[in-house]
């Protein structure tokens, strides 16, 4: 089973950054994603890499977000520039696998204030 730890959510000031860091116990050579759930709003994709480095983004978050990730490590990154109120929820990190099983961390909170 793999499991998938988020970290590196906070509060933080509009116009701020976070990075978020989701470390897998093992690689998923496939996609990986962020999502992120406001409270009384349904939950969204944020952005996604694919194996051979693909991304795609939100267009609420282009231009501010940048997903990557590290292989060795096993982790992927979503690096968040110039934050903004509407920014704040919960964010998820989604990995899929080659036979397309879904796995999900527990999530970290994200606050921007403005």
């Known amino acids: 089973q793999v499991q998938l730890v988020e970290s590196g959510g906070g509060l933080v000031q509009a116009g701020g950054s976070l990075r978020l860091s989701c470390a897998g116990s093992?690689?998923?050579?496939?996609?990986m994603a962020w999502h992120r759930q406001a409270p009384g709003k349904q939950r969204e994709l944020v952005a996604s890499?694919?194996?051979?480095?693909?991304?795609n983004y939100a267009d609420s978050v282009k231009g501010r977000f940048t997903i990557s990730r590290d292989y060795a490590k096993n982790t992927v990154y979503l690096q968040m520039n110039s934050l903004k109120p509407e920014d704040t929820a919960v964010y998820y990190c989604?990995?899929?696998?080659?036979?397309?099983?879904?796995?999900w961390g527990q999530g970290t909170q994200v606050t921007v204030s403005s």
């Open positions: 989604q990995g899929v696998d080659i036979w397309a099983r879904n796995y």
């Open positions: 093992t690689t998923i050579n496939n996609m």
């Open positions: 890499i694919l194996a051979g480095g693909n991304t």
